[in-house]
């Protein structure tokens, strides 16, 4: 799943929204993917969105009449083109998941901006692509106890805010303790890693609490945000995960999926390393890995 107005022009920014059709092109040279696997969302509706969002915070971002605090808070500019990238990410998560519940397993070149909270955005996030997916199968009665794992470097606050009164959504989250964001909402289980925290301390914890999760959630579908900012060169993270480190935890999750049989749907998440090749290869690595788990199953 992938669309080419994800790649939108934000200047000189962190966030580099090349990432995404950079990890396509890395996937069908890599051959294990081609043209015919990609499809194109559409954008989220009014209707969808607004199974998560407030109608005032809608009708501000449709209408550009977001306070100077809100733009700030939001920390990239909102321009007609990252709008309709964040409505059509919105879209390509749901479908991303629609076909993981089909097929078992789907990923999409996108999405996880978990930081948007019901009535506001925040952390380069306008929307809350993965709640909005969760809420519209839910909506539809495909889906009635979703698990959202959450292995960005920073915590899904706006995630765990939306669901934090519904039982019925499971939120994992492992991230770095001491980073953005500073006020973070409880999820349903949280793992906060100190500082310099690397590869056999993550995968130790993300094996017990991924068994705690599933084990009393008893999920039917698996939202994964398979960030690759847990890297240790990573401008906006403080963990120490190495690139093996993050393939071992890519199968972690996968495993747990396939063996119990829940349909995984994969979104990309956060990535700021110094190199941008390197927020690529892991990007790449993650879906190659869903790709192989499934062709093993």
């Known amino acids: 799943m992938w ?24 996937l069908l040279r890599g051959g294990r993917v081609t043209e015919e696997h990609f499809l194109t969302p559409s954008p ?59 097929g078992g397993a789907s990923a999409h070149l996108g999405g996880g901006f978990h930081h948007a909270f019901a009535d506001h955005g925040e952390g380069f996030c306008l ?9 519209v199968l839910m909506a539809e009665g495909v889906v009635s106890r979703p698990l959202i794992v959450d ?30 964001p500073a006020d973070k909402p409880a999820s349903t289980l949280d793992v906060g890693f100190d500082d310099g925290t690397g590869d056999a301390d993550y995968l130790e914890a993300l094996g017990e609490s991924l068994s705690r999760a599933v084990d009393a959630h008893r999920p039917d579908l698996i939202v994964y945000l398979a960030g690759a900012d847990p890297y240790r060169d990573d401008q ?29 749907a994969v979104v990309l998440a956060g990535g700021y390393a110094h190199r941008l090749e390197d927020t690529v290869a892991i990007h790449t690595a993650t879906v190659t890995r869903m790709i192989e788990s499934l062709s093993n199953s």
Not at 10 to 20: C, I, M, Q, R, S
Not at 61 to 71: S, Y
Not at 127 to 135: C, G, L, W
Request: with cysteine; charged share 25%; proline share 3%.
């Open 44 to 102: 989220a509706t009014r209707s969808e969105l607004g199974l998560v969002h407030t109608a005032t915070y809608l009708d501000a971002v449709e209408e550009d009449t977001l306070t100077f605090a809100e733009r700030v808070r939001l920390e990239i500019p909102l321009t007609p083109s990252v709008r309709d990238a964040m409505k059509l990410a919105c879209g390509g998560t749901l479908l991303t998941c629609r076909l993981a519940l089909a």
């Open 151 to 180: 292995l960005d470097v920073h915590q899904g606050n706006g995630t765990a805010a939306i669901f934090a009164s519904d039982p019925r959504v499971f939120t994992l989250s492992l991230h770095q303790e001491d980073n953005y």
């Open 236 to 264: 906006l993270g403080g963990l120490s995960l190495t690139k093996e480190g993050l393939g071992r935890r890519d199968r972690t999750v996968f495993d747990a999926a396939i063996a119990r049989e829940i349909p995984i």
């Open 3 to 26: 669309h080419e107005a994800y790649e939108v022009d934000l200047g000189p920014h962190v966030f580099v929204t090349a990432k995404y059709r950079l990890t396509g092109e890395r």
């Open 127 to 135: 929307f809350n692509d993965v709640a909005v997916a969760v809420r």
